[in-house]
């Protein structure tokens, strides 16, 4: 498929929202600001990633907008954010979906892994992140705040792209993704 352009321009992200800050074992410690979260190099916080296939066993993937903070242009997986305070993990990754996507599907938690990213002076990333995947043949609806473009791809082929041009990436979805395809082969096989 080739990239979609955003149709539609909804803000749905703010520097004063309340992220859940945990320890190392995801048990919630307090509260931060997001804009403060990412100063410096980041304060640990929960976080969750989403992997969103087709039918043809294809995974969506979104550019970031430029008027992102961290990793403005870069590609990421289907769709990323935190839950926050006093919001379930699993309201906030449904939330979060439609917001972005203007759609919802199933998703199954596969795992949980936490990493530190920094992006130059701008800021860093201090997750334990929970991944999810999910399979839709719904149509997105792209949210120009969030996205730039949005792309389905095969597997082998973000394999190879990855591999040849991996400053185009986002950290998080390089690491997710070597994970997923290790050991979530299930993902990998076109449904019937």
């Known amino acids: 498929m080739s990239e979609q352009q955003p149709r539609r321009d909804e803000v749905v992200s703010f520097d004063d929202e309340p992220l859940i800050l945990v320890d190392a074992k995801d048990r ?110 719904a149509a997105p609806d792209v949210n120009a705040s969030e996205i730039a473009a949005l792309r389905y791809v095969a597997p082998d082929m973000l394999d190879q792209e990855i591999a040849a041009n991996p400053e185009r990436y986002t950290p998080w979805l390089k690491l997710e993704w070597q994970r997923l395809r290790a050991q979530h082969a299930e993902w990998f096989a076109t449904p019937a």
């Open 28 to 137: 919630e410690i307090g509260y931060l600001d997001k804009a403060s979260a990412h100063d410096g190099h980041g304060t640990l916080h929960r976080a969750f990633s989403l992997f969103v296939f087709n039918p043809n066993g294809e995974v969506l993937l979104q550019q970031r907008a430029e008027g992102k903070r961290l990793w403005p242009g870069y590609w990421a997986n289907t769709c990323c954010s935190h839950p926050r305070r006093g919001e379930r993990l699993k309201d906030a990754i449904h939330r979060r979906l439609a917001e972005e996507l203007g759609f919802d599907c199933e998703l199954t938690h596969l795992f949980e892994f936490t990493y530190q990213a920094s992006y130059g002076d701008a800021g860093s990333e201090h997750e334990l992140c929970h991944v999810f995947a999910g399979r839709s043949d």
